[in-house]
């Protein structure tokens, strides 16, 4: 049962403090608010219009100028209940527009504000001059422009000359770290199964709330990717059509990192494409969309490796070209639950393996906090690799630490991520020691080893006291999250 709704809104408080105090302030406020598809951008506008006086305008998709017109005159007419205006381009829809919201408290939405916008700048400029000349008068005036569309968002309203000192706030919706997402469960599942459905979905909040919290994982998999007109299964299409106009080298640059991470002139390589600009481009779209991360390997000698790694950083992503696109023309015949364990089989326990890596990654604040760690010793952190040597018959596959922490005080903290069930001993102490011997950090660092792990510690490795950390599930989805906003 859905349960992202406005009766409960899951998180997001930093994000809604925000818009809070820009609704209550004594000054003209214009604010931009922007992130991926299903992130929650919408739920979280919506927290907000509580009065007659509060006007939410949403955009149709993929329709003229003209169109787009009629839709907000008819949205502008039921909002205020009043007679439907008559206007022929976007000056005359502000016109009408403006008697509603010149005195007074007002909070102001246009939501999918690039769809509004039909993809050009126009719009933009006229918006400009009504924010200046008319709107911003008005001291008890909220504008939000919205929009999922990162790349239109970044060029034309963020980055824009033309909107310049003019934004008052900004956001960027992220995905909801593992303690506020595990909110969506409640309580009905063990912590080694939300992270499943964390390393498949993401902190998505339209995903995770199309989960059952009372079904286990392989029920919730069977019903909504791997049965016939399932949720998922046109989830990519729509996805990618929404944020790209063609999609098809998009796909093939997801697709092959869904394979492996790789650098710009390896993908370039295995896609056949020039590394040039052209390539570059896509992937900086990708970047922006969040779909991809691009990391440069963090140096603590000065010097050494400079390959930036590329990887695909949303888990719906990586699982769609896994397992679904592979086995499309089996789910779509398919109405029987089963099929996600026959298709999955063990390699699922491979897949999880790697996974897990990103999912602590993308909650490393919370397991620093865990670890007792301040936020304010890091000095960088991110994954440490070497890329394999790309002679040909070379056995050299090359060496990453799953984390790497630099802190204050030449301090580096090394973290290890298993996902296992099966019982972790003093094999582990081998494969980090060789990782820490190849940092080779300079004399005066400490180099402290924190594991972060599912399953169980052996005594030996436990009482070896090798480790400086130990964290279990129970650290990342350690929650000081409500289960609603104030």
């Not at 000054?27 to 929650?40: D, P």
């Not at 069977?222 to 106009?245: G, I, P, V």
């Not at 090359?398 to 903290?413: E, S």
Request: charged share 25%.
């Amino acid at each position: 049962m859905p349960i992202y709704t406005q009766s409960m809104f899951v998180g997001r408080e930093n994000e809604f403090k925000i818009i809070q105090e820009a609704v209550a302030s004594n000054r003209a406020e214009f604010g931009i608010v922007y992130g991926r598809r299903r992130i929650g951008k919408s739920a979280l506008l919506m927290q907000f219009k509580k009065h007659k006086s509060d006007l939410y305008f949403e955009a149709l998709q993929k329709v003229s100028t003209l169109k787009q017109i009629d839709h907000f005159t008819d949205q502008l007419a039921r909002e205020t209940h009043t007679p439907k205006i008559l206007a022929r381009n976007w000056k005359e829809a502000f016109d009408g527009l403006t008697p509603h919201i010149q005195r007074g408290r007002h909070y102001i939405v246009f939501d999918e504000f690039p769809w509004m916008a039909s993809g050009r700048t126009e719009l933009v400029s006229i918006l400009k001059f009504y924010w200046d000349m008319i709107w911003k008068k008005n001291p008890k005036l909220t504008l939000v422009l919205c929009g999922s569309v990162t790349s239109f968002m970044l060029k034309h309203l963020i980055h824009s000359q033309a909107l310049h000192n003019r934004k008052t706030f900004e956001i960027k919706l992220e995905p909801l770290p593992a303690n506020e997402a595990a909110l969506f469960f409640k309580k009905y599942r063990s912590n080694f199964e939300m992270a499943k459905f964390l390393m498949v979905f993401g902190g998505i909040p339209k995903y995770l709330e199309q989960l059952d919290p009372t079904q286990s994982f392989t029920s919730n998999m069977d019903r909504l990717c791997f049965t016939k007109n399932s949720f998922f299964m046109t989830e990519f299409e729509t996805l990618f059509k929404e944020q790209f106009k063609v999609i098809k080298t998009y796909e093939t640059i997801a697709e092959a990192l869904a394979k492996h991470s790789d650098s710009k002139e390896g993908l370039a390589e295995r896609i056949q494409m020039k590394p040039g600009g052209g390539l570059s481009g896509y992937i900086q779209a990708l970047e922006q969309a969040d779909f991809v991360k691009v990391f440069s390997p963090l140096s603590i000698r000065g010097g050494g490796e400079k390959t930036k790694k590329i990887v695909l950083w949303d888990e719906w992503l990586r699982f769609y070209f896994s397992y679904l696109k592979p086995n499309k023309h089996v789910i779509e015949m398919n109405t029987k639950p089963g099929l996600f364990q026959q298709l999955a089989g063990k390699s699922i326990d491979t897949y999880f393996g790697l996974a897990f890596e990103r999912l602590c990654m993308k909650n490393l604040p919370g397991l620093l906090s865990a670890a007792g760690i301040p936020l304010n010793e890091i000095l960088g952190y991110g994954p440490f690799f070497r890329q394999p040597a790309r002679k040909k018959g070379s056995k050299d596959v090359g060496l990453q630490i799953d984390i790497l922490v630099h802190r204050q005080g030449h301090v580096l903290t090394v973290m290890e991520c298993k996902f296992l069930t099966s019982p972790i001993g003093l094999s582990i102490v081998q494969d980090v020691e060789r990782k820490v011997a190849f940092l080779k950090p300079k004399k005066f660092y400490t180099v402290e080893k924190m594991l972060v792990c599912t399953g169980p510690i052996t005594r030996d490795l436990q009482q070896s006291g090798y480790f400086h950390k130990i964290l279990d599930l129970d650290a990342l989805f350690a929650s000081k999250a409500k289960s609603g906003c104030p």
